[in-house]
């Protein structure tokens, strides 16, 4: 059973709007929330994170908002930008020892 | 900045073969893992190890293991090959504590099994 989706596997947006990357979980009991990006070829790269004790958390272009009642995490991009073209991961800490859950990723097209 | 290095970006191994893939880091952290990441599947953790000699499964351990014989250095063992562990297999390291920390990534290895 998936304790975490991301219901698009793929987005497309144009340059300079926003991108909105969406994210459910099942698990109440998580309490720490990370989104990564990654590249072709390459690891992913941790991008930012939120506790559960927050709602929002802000970081350049890059947002993530968190709705515990509706199990919900987002991610904003604005403005978006081709370099941004990548997948994102969602992911949450799903034991004591740091171990991470994640979805299945995003595609996010940024088309200049 | 954290380092964390896979010893191979390319490996081509047959059916039946004992494949090694080997992780180090330079940054002194005491969590280490291995995931694997399929098409439409993500990234799904395999074993993971919060101190040296220490391992855990994680959720597709079956027919890898790992050893962690020092500190910065964690590796996957694929103990008989087989077509289906054809993956891109990646390492990543985090601290330990209480405090939660992000993971670090290396760049994976993409691993063909004939």
């Known amino acids: 059973d998936q304790q975490v989706k991301q219901n698009s596997p793929s987005l497309s947006v144009q340059e300079g709007r926003i991108s909105i990357l969406n994210c459910d979980y099942t698990n109440s009991m998580f309490d720490y929330f990370l989104w990564y990006k990654k590249y072709p070829a390459e690891g992913p790269t941790f991008l930012i994170s939120?506790?559960?004790?927050?709602d929002k958390n802000e970081d350049g272009r890059f947002t993530v908002f968190l709705n515990k009642s509706a199990k919900h995490l987002s991610l904003h991009i604005v403005p978006s930008q081709p370099g941004d073209s990548a997948v994102y991961f969602c992911a949450f800490i799903g034991g004591s020892q740091g171990n991470l859950i994640f979805g299945k990723g995003t595609k996010l097209s940024v088309k200049p | 900045d954290v380092k964390v290095t896979q010893s191979s970006r390319y490996l081509v191994k047959r059916t039946g073969e004992k494949v090694f893939l080997e992780c180090v880091q330079d940054m002194d952290h005491e969590n280490m893992f291995w995931y694997r990441q399929d098409p439409g599947l993500g990234l799904r953790l395999i074993y993971f190890?919060?101190?040296?000699?220490?391992?855990e499964k994680g959720d597709i351990p079956e027919g890898y293991s790992v050893s962690r014989e020092k500190k910065e250095r964690f590796s996957l063992i694929l103990e008989s090959a087989s077509t289906n562990q054809t993956s891109m297999y990646l390492c990543a390291s985090s601290f330990g504590g209480r405090v939660y920390q992000p993971q670090h990534f290396g760049d994976g290895t993409r691993l063909s099994i004939l």
């Open positions: 190890s919060y101190d040296v000699k220490m391992k």
């Open positions: 939120i506790s559960s004790i927050k």
